[in-house]
Nanobody, 123 residues
Framework: QVQLVESGGGLVQAGGSLRLSCAAS????????VGWFRQAPGREREFVAG?????????YYTDAVKGRFTISRDNAKNTVYLQMNSLKPEDTAVYSC???????????????WGQGTQVTVSS
């Protein structure tokens, strides 16, 4: 079992930045790929960014955030980060992290989920 706790959300003006953290405990975190998802009111949860296991970690993003968001991981700290720059009002959502044995953008491919952290971007 892996327990995940997100933090770092908040209210920010358009054009601003936030860094989200996903702290893990339980089974060996470094053996899992990690993804960030978001869910806006009235919309389905969607994939945002992912990083493969291992200290190197290849990354992949949804087109809407490429060039603005950066995912990274520190396995020594059992933490994955999502640096979000140039935020837009449409980035407003609850952001959650999750673990997977696969390199995938599909929600069904993720096994353990955190509770999420709210990000609100004002115009």
């Amino acid at each position: 079992q892996v327990q995940l706790v997100e933090s770092g959300g908040g209210l920010v003006q358009a054009g601003g930045s936030l860094r989200l953290s996903c702290a893990a405990s339980g089974r060996i975190f470094s053996n899992y790929n990690v993804g960030w998802f978001r869910q806006a009111p009235g919309r389905e949860r969607e994939f945002v960014a992912g990083i493969t296991w291992g200290s190197g970690g290849s990354t992949y993003y949804t087109d809407a955030v490429k060039g603005r968001f950066t995912i990274s991981r520190d396995n020594a700290k059992n933490t994955v980060y999502l640096q979000m720059n140039s935020l837009k009002p449409e980035d407003t959502a609850v952001y959650s992290c999750a673990t997977s044995r696969m390199r995938t953008t599909r929600r069904s491919g993720y096994e353990y989920w955190g509770q999420g952290t709210q990000v609100t971007v004002s115009s």
